[in-house]
């Protein structure tokens, strides 16, 4: 997409810096993140957002901007935190270090109720989160609002120039979202954000970038990986999708995949691969060689397929962008980088054959690009299924037998879900098995048995979760199925474990 008149938002480290530039997205407008390295290339932005960070700016290795720059884009900027105690270093005012940190939150009290205030209550809840505060104010600084105390937490300099010395992203900041508008109000022509505009962008950059060399995608069912082969449908290049059954799969899950696929006018090559990865897994019960085996296999046996292809297409979205360049190492950044960053990828990038169309796009953007291409709800919106399948869901040995068990426990786990309508409810849900044999009575017979264990987590980013209280009528429905309709289990539980310090599978 074009990078003129967006809003850019440059990193200071901040915890909430992305949170930034999803809601800037959610207001409609196109924000984007700039490493601090990045400040002098960020096009024409509309708009220059300064985020918070961690140090301090008496800090000796304290991030810095040029203010010549950010004074020549001629744009408003605002400064948040971090951003706004710089600023403030900048007009000649000084930045008082505080013994005591202020965290959580605050009364906001706007002098009027305009500019960036327009529409703010005259008494707000907002979130703070800092030690050092502003002090020695310029004489052309304005204060715009104080907090309960009467200390300043948001000025003005000149007419292009803010700061807010709270965090106007996170939802704790009641009217945040206003606050941040009303900034953005002040810039002229702002670049809007809709998913149909960028769609169409997207098309036509794919075609330019592509022309009529041969792209190969692979494909799981899951949701970035099928929204990226349909837009490549779409732009009507020559494509190739692949899909691995590596036999770690669902109940029908390679089927409804195909037909999926078909439905969407996209052919599916299946390299069927379940015997391979089955008979490597054989007896092999440590958690982590188990996912050294799948990954590697699964990497020989798409390559193979690949063959010597044009270019290849993957489904790396923004936020592995930005975690892979600020190095924060989130268990799900690590596991994608393993598959989208492997020798031979980065080699391919290198030689600009390597397409990653939705590298703009935060998750939930894919999945109204993937409505806007016409993909079914409920495609769009399936709950996330991990690279080694079933195998994190099956601890000790993976045996055929054991992965039929979690397969129909699992199916009907879910169908319950959708009747009752919770699937869309839950973050995610499964069927896992617990590697235990206990007694029981079947008929007049004693048995010794399985465990089933069913999970349903909500979650925002997977990094923390929470079980879900879950109506007793679909867990009652569900274990009486299963109890009768599955062999080899005679006992069904539900985990109330939240992560941490559980995780969300159980390997
Ligand atoms: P955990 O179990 O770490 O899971 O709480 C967090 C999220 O990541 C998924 N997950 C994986 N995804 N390869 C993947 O592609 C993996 O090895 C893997 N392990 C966990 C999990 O389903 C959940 O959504």
Redesign the pocket.
Known sequence: MEESKHVAVVDFGGQYTQLIVRRVRELGFFGKLYALEDFAEMGSPGAVILSGGPKSTSDPDAPDIDFETLNNYGVPVLGICYGMQLLNLKFGGRVEPSDRREFGPAMLVPEKAAGLYEGVSTKSQVWMSHSDTVGNLSADCEVLAKNEDGTPVSLRWGDRYYGIQFHPEVTHSHEGLRILHNFLLQADSLQEFRIDDFKRELLDKIRAQVGDKQVVCGVSGGVDSTVLAVLLKEAGIKMRAIFVDNGLLRKDEGEEVRNNFHRMGVEVETAEAADLFLGALTGVTDPEKK?EIIGNLFIEVFWDRVGDADMLAQGTLYPDVIESASNAKS??SV?KTHHNRVARILELQEQGKVLEPLADLFKDEVRELGMSLGIAHDIVHRH?????GLA?RCPGDITEDKLQIIRECDAIFITRLKDYGWYDKVW?AYAALVPVKTVGVKGDERSYEFAVSLRAVVSED?MT?DWVELPYPILRETSHRILNEVPGVNRVLYDIST?PPA???WE
């Open positions: 996912r268990k799900a596991i996330p299924f991990p690279g080694p994190v995610q997977a979760a992560k995780s969300i599978e």
